[in-house]
């Protein structure tokens, strides 16, 4: 009996020590490199506005991405330039917090959207993180929290799905 619980402890941790989200709370989870799948603004598709691209005669995409460090929330457009460095910013984040025990849980985004140089704001935001799926709804206005997961008014809507485990850099 005691083999047979020890062999099913032993199991059930290695089993939850390869869940980066079983052990960590959701902060250490989304620490990687997301790629921005789906982008929505006013109901609409605005992926072009985070450097979307794809190439017409061989269809490559070029996908803009969110790289989220233990410190910093970023954007990196399509060609691998940060959001900020492009002079207007749709989701210029520099840091976040998350209330895992809110219902849905809450992000706090920190940073702007407009012009380079805009007095910081902080954005409310819900969020889900499922495996390797992370989805965010904030108001672009900075006035109030989303209470459902769907881009309409002054609300915007990321779909993002993690490419790496680590955060990667901005090209250079």
Not at 8 to 25: D, K, R, V
Not at 68 to 73: A, F, G, H, L, R
Not at 124 to 146: F, N, Q, S, V
């Amino acid at each position: 009996m005691k083999h047979i619980l020890f062999s099913t402890l032993s199991f059930t941790l290695a089993f939850l020590a390869g869940s980066p989200t079983a052990l960590a709370g959701d902060r250490d989870a989304m620490v990687g490199t997301w790629k921005i799948a789906e982008f929505q603004d006013d109901g609409r598709d605005r992926m072009s506005r985070l450097g979307y691209k794809k190439d017409k005669k061989t269809g490559d995409e070029k996908f803009p991405s969110l790289v989220v460090s233990k410190d910093e929330i970023q954007v990196l457009r399509g060609d691998g330039k940060r959001e900020l460095k492009n002079g207007l910013s749709n989701c210029a984040w520099k840091r976040c917090t998350l209330d895992e025990s809110a219902s849905p849980k809450t992000i706090d985004l920190v940073g702007f959207a407009g012009k380079e140089g805009d007095q910081e704001k902080t954005y409310l935001a819900l969020y889900t993180l499922e495996g390797d799926k992370l989805t965010i709804c904030y108001r672009e206005t900075g006035k109030g929290r989303p209470t459902k997961f769907e881009s309409d008014g002054d609300m915007n809507l990321m779909v993002c799905e993690r490419i790496a485990a680590e955060p990667v850099g901005e090209d250079k």
